[in-house]
């Protein structure tokens, strides 16, 4: 159950290639629950079964965004504006350049060498 939390956690840092592996953990996840929605041509089961993924999917991207983010030493709060311009991508091509650079930039920037406000410095191994 303690694994289960710390994957939807907003506190403590995470590594660079941690972002990178997890991203693309919440993008299968994500893809799963809008192919399950998609298939069913959008139908009431189709949406209570594939709902679930997402919602999963956007709660992960924000913690582990946050803990990428605490890393650089940033806010929480920049992770959530990182989601809802991420939410409004959805409408705008332009916002979803943006969300796309930024996930680019969270994957290639390093994080503070030792210990910051957030806690010491992630191991240099993949965690989730």
């Known amino acids: 159950m303690e694994q289960f939390h710390s994957m939807f956690s907003l506190s403590g840092r995470m590594n660079r290639r941690s972002f990178f592996i997890n991203m693309f953990i919440v993008f299968a996840i994500g893809f799963v629950g809008g192919f399950i929605m998609g298939f069913s041509g959008y139908s ?3 949406i209570l079964i594939g709902a679930p993924f ?3 999917a956007m709660v992960r991207e ?3 965004a946050a803990r990428r983010i605490h890393d650089l030493n940033g806010s929480t709060f920049l992770a959530f504006i990182y989601i809802v311009l991420g939410i409004l991508a959805v ?3 332009e916002i979803g350049w943006l969300v796309l650079a930024s996930k680019i930039i969270l994957c290639l920037i390093p994080g503070n060498k030792g210990l910051n406000s ?3 410095k ?3 191994r993949i965690i989730f």
């Open 44 to 46: 009431m089961l189709s």
């Open 54 to 56: 997402i919602l999963i």
């Open 62 to 64: 924000i913690a582990i």
């Open 122 to 124: 992630p191991e240099n």
């Open 118 to 120: 957030y806690g010491d």
């Open 91 to 93: 409408w705008s091509r």
